[in-house]
């Protein structure tokens, strides 16, 4: 899960950097998280490997991990005292767009999240003036 964090972390740094993309100090965070959650639940519940997927699209960094498991992911209804299990609910409250598409093997989960949505004009740690 560190190494998809760091994957996706490298990822916007390059988008900013390279390509002069703004890169919310938010969106590099909520990025990080909805990677790491999606990428742990294909490594618990899918046999076999797991694939991550990073692209711009429309001012959005579209996240989207493969795995084998031909099982849909369960999305609990919201409950408080309910101990762990509440990575979907997580991911689908940060993101812009969220889906799961079945594959010819296997299953598609991918998640949008906006660049640059910080209203102070932070742009991954950078003041706009």
């Not at 079945?102 to 102070?120: F, H, Q």
Request: hydrophobic share 45%; net charge negative.
């Amino acid at each position: 899960m560190a190494e998809a964090r760091d994957l996706a972390r490298s990822f916007l740094t390059e988008v900013q950097s390279v390509h002069g993309l703004p890169v919310s100090g938010r969106a590099m965070a909520m990025v990080q998280l909805v990677v790491s959650e999606l990428v742990t639940n294909a490594r618990k519940y899918a046999p076999g490997p797991c694939l991550l997927t990073l692209e711009i699209e429309g001012g959005a960094v579209r996240a989207s991990v493969w795995d084998s498991s031909t099982t849909l992911p369960a999305v609990l209804p919201a409950d408080p005292g309910r101990v762990g299990q509440h990575g979907l609910e997580i991911v689908m409250a940060v993101c812009q767009s969220f889906s799961v598409h079945r594959e010819p093997v296997g299953k598609r989960i991918t998640a949008d999240v906006v660049l640059a949505d910080d209203p102070d004009g932070d742009v991954a740690g950078h003041q706009l003036l």
